[in-house]
């Protein structure tokens, strides 16, 4: 498949173990975030999003925080399994109201 | 991905060579988006459209030309090839700029030799 980045920074974590993959982003005035999920081979997927006027949003298995005081955002993944193996991003809809996104974490869950 | 798809998914040429990689919807959204990805640099946006005949530059459009005839194709075009242009390209499509989120394509990984 397709090789997402060579020097990505990576987490690795224990199955069954809960994951948090971290994103600093970069435009105050940004409103909307996503995150992406994109496994070997395969385009960005989405998991989920949080409007900026929540600091938290939970799925399933999945959580997105949001401090918008220091423009962080993170991907808290819970009960890691081993198909949760993939790079992650972040997305914020910046400049022009278009999606920017950040270089990705790649996660791996070790059996 | 259900919606879009890209074509070829692999394909490798020579340098100075023009190369047109094709995007497909079935999902009649108005905007489609062609990014590249490569190591340590992430998603970067080529260029994007917003309508028939309706397109604008992203970050780097240098070397690179897009149309767009009809709603459900995109196309992006590499008039002379280079070595810099080996990447994994990839075309995205959305109902509005951003606040629906963006679906992605598979990919098309193009080499020049």
């Known amino acids: 498949g397709e090789s997402v980045g060579l020097h990505l920074p990576t987490l690795s974590v224990q199955e069954g173990d809960n994951s948090i993959i971290n994103c600093a982003y970069s435009?105050?005035?940004?409103?909307?975030f996503i995150w992406y999920k994109q496994e070997s081979g395969k385009g960005p997927q989405f998991i989920i999003d949080i409007r900026s006027n929540m600091d938290k949003r939970q799925g399933q298995r999945v959580t997105v925080l949001l401090n918008k005081t220091v423009k962080h955002l993170s991907l808290q993944i819970a009960a890691t399994q081993p198909g949760d193996s993939a790079v992650y991003f972040c997305a914020e809809n910046g400049a022009g109201n278009m999606l920017t996104f950040g270089g990705g974490t790649r996660l791996m869950v070790k059996p | 991905d259900a919606g879009i798809t890209q074509s070829p998914r692999h394909k490798v040429t020579e340098t100075g060579t023009p190369v047109t990689l094709r995007c497909h919807q079935t999902e009649n959204h108005r905007y489609m988006y062609w990014y590249r990805q490569d190591p340590g640099h992430g998603l970067r946006l080529i260029h994007y459209s917003y309508g028939v005949k309706d397109t604008d530059k992203g970050e780097v459009s240098d070397g690179y030309s897009v149309s767009r005839s009809k709603t459900e194709d995109f196309l992006l075009t590499l008039e002379s090839a280079t070595s810099s242009q080996t990447s994994v390209y990839f075309c995205?499509?959305?109902?509005?700029?951003?606040?629906?989120?963006?679906?992605f394509g598979s990919g098309t990984r193009l080499t020049v030799v």
């Open positions: 995205a499509i959305s109902t509005d700029r951003a606040m629906d989120g963006y679906t």
């Open positions: 435009n105050s005035a940004s409103d909307y």
